[in-house]
């Protein structure tokens, strides 16, 4: 077994273990043996039942999928921009999702079951063609980043109007949506953020070549037979899609995409494969122990995901800069 192969095989492992002790953190105790006899045979209690097949299992497999996803998308993001900056929340994604979820809260309240995510989907991929057309009409594919950072106040300034204007209850509702959180999520959200993960998995695996060739620069990768702009808009639109979904179900989780990568890249190098497989179970580890601290941090109160990882991810932030400029 190589280094590498090691490396993964551990982080699986880490995986493995957040998830097992997920189930056991939250406001109703449950014994690591209860939760033993309630996948071998049946729970203890109807209560204890219905705390971890309704609660804790639907909780913890969004969040393993949302971490993974988000850190998958940051890991593209940054290698075919060669931008170690570049995460998919700078793309305006969630500035796109809040106007989103600001109109159908304001239009469509009796409807929001199913308008809300429906909404900031389809307002997360409006954000990102108007960076994609944006870069396109500059002619300048590496100002996209820019581009999502224009594009991502122009958004927000149109939401926070509208949010001015609307009714204080609808007010509410969307900006605690767009702290972040897993409380409000279900078992079928998971098939919806697993399936596109799988999805973009297999896109990014088949071209883990070409987005390789990128790292060399795009004339390296165009010797190579590779055509730069026209993967890196593909792989945009994946992370987009892939972005937009789980923000979508579980509001605005910030710094995911930024950090993971980074700490994966120090183990496992820059190389696609690793990177992408390392992040994704580091991501996962990652969103289920942020949520473990959002549940039991404050008693009789469950603190927004969302504002963890930005606080988290403003630090890391700095200290990448303070590295570079060491450096």
Not at 16 to 37: E, H, K, N, R
Not at 55 to 64: A, D, K
Not at 306 to 320: E, N, Q, R
Request: glycine share 8%; hydrophobic share 60%.
């Amino acid at each position: 077994m190589s280094r590498v192969q090691l490396k993964l095989a551990l982080l699986g492992l880490l995986c493995l273990l957040s998830i097992a002790a997920a189930l056991t953190f939250g406001p109703v105790d449950i014994s690591p043996q209860q939760l033993l006899t309630c996948f071998t045979a049946t729970c203890p209690t109807p209560v204890i039942d219905m705390v971890v097949y309704q609660v804790r299992v639907p909780r913890i497999l969004v969040g393993l999928v949302a971490g993974m996803g988000l850190a998958i998308a940051g890991a593209i993001l940054q290698n075919t921009t060669r931008n170690p900056l570049a995460d998919p929340y700078l793309f305006g994604i969630v500035s796109g999702a809040g106007l989103g979820a600001t109109i159908a809260s304001i239009t469509l309240a009796n409807l929001l079951t199913l308008a809300l995510p429906l909404a900031a989907f389809l307002g997360a991929l409006f954000a990102v063609m108007i960076v994609v057309l944006i870069a396109k009409a500059l002619q300048r594919m590496e100002q996209l980043l820019l581009a999502g950072v224009a594009v991502s106040f122009m958004l927000s300034a149109i939401s926070q109007f509208l949010l001015y204007l609307g009714e204080p209850f609808a007010t509410n509702r969307v900006l605690f949506w767009l702290m972040g959180s897993l409380a409000r999520v279900e078992l079928a959200n998971f098939y919806v953020i697993a399936a596109v993960l799988v999805f973009a998995l297999v896109v990014i695996l088949g071209f883990h070549r070409h987005i390789d060739a990128l790292l060399l620069g795009d004339e390296s990768a165009a010797s190579l037979g590779v055509d730069a702009d026209k993967l890196r808009l593909m792989m945009l639109a994946l992370c987009a899609a892939l972005t937009a979904t789980i923000v979508a179900y579980c509001g605005g989780i910030g710094f995911v995409g930024l950090m993971i990568p980074h700490i994966v890249r120090q183990l496992l190098g820059v190389t696609t494969i690793p990177l992408i497989l390392g992040s994704m179970l580091v991501g996962g580890s990652f969103i289920l122990w942020v949520d473990v601290i959002a549940r039991t941090a404050l008693e009789n109160a469950e603190i927004p995901i969302g504002i963890i990882t930005s606080a988290t991810g403003s630090i890391f932030f700095l200290l990448i800069m303070y590295r570079t400029r060491k450096n």
